[in-house]
């Protein structure tokens, strides 16, 4: 139990596009989705908390407008990287986890962006 | 605010020998507190996890951790170690930040076990 997909698994986009990457939680309901950005040989680092139907959370210095996040479901949440630059090159893991008290994250397998 | 301090980037052990990956961690709190394991290009997978019930924790893979609170600490430990345990492992404490409980990881420490 607890899966959560992440899709695409790797894309490559040329510099100026937008790319989508979706996030379900394939056996559970998700109330809080979470993205993470995460460079080689490096730790994750939070971008946005999302909760269903709600506004995104944006940590301090991750663009919004860059980053559009949407929770529309319980179970779907999308991250769009607007206007993709080189630099925005990473691994980009999400996670889910749902209402309740054990702080427990489940995380997707992740998706590889590289932008030409 | 929550942190978490892995020592160690890199921790090289023998095959069959003792792993031992320490984490200390900051927390206003009384904190949850998380061992997750990342192979090459893939999520996290979660070893073991501290909800305040048993300080001594059992995880998969023969893994466990014992939380010291007056260390701060959630060391990660194997009695021996196999080489399918190279990965990236992170440890991580738990906390509310008004929309969700969030993460935050330590850097990361890479296990590589030498034949």
């Known amino acids: 139990g607890a899966v959560v997909s992440q899709h695409p698994s790797w894309v490559i986009c040329k510099s100026g596009t937008s790319v989508k990457i979706e996030c379900r939680s394939l056996d559970f309901q998700a109330t809080t989705m979470f993205w993470y950005r995460q460079f080689p040989k490096q730790s994750l680092m939070l971008m946005a908390t999302s909760n269903e139907g709600s506004k995104a959370t944006y940590e301090q210095g991750v663009e919004k407008d860059k980053f559009l996040i949407n929770h529309a479901s319980l179970t779907l949440s999308t991250l769009t990287v607007t206007s993709a630059h080189p630099e925005d090159s990473s691994f980009y893991i999400c996670s889910a986890s749902s209402s309740g008290g054990s702080y427990e994250q489940y995380f997707g397998p992740g998706t590889r962006l590289t932008v030409t | 605010a929550q942190s978490v301090t892995q020592l160690g980037s890199h921790v090289s052990v023998s095959e069959g020998a003792l792993v031992l990956l320490r984490c200390n961690y900051s927390?206003?709190?009384?904190?949850?507190l998380f061992w997750y394991v990342q192979y090459p290009n893939q999520g996290l997978q979660l070893l073991l996890k501290?909800?305040?019930?048993?300080?001594l924790v059992k995880g998969i893979n023969g893994f466990e951790a014992e939380f010291k609170k007056s260390e701060t600490s959630f060391h990660l430990t194997k009695p021996s170690a196999h080489m399918s345990d190279a990965a990236e492992y992170f440890c991580a404490v738990s906390s509310n930040n008004n929309a969700g409980n969030m993460l935050t990881f330590g850097g990361g420490t890479r296990l590589m076990v030498k034949p």
């Open positions: 927390s206003s709190v009384p904190p949850y």
């Open positions: 501290y909800t305040s019930a048993a300080t």
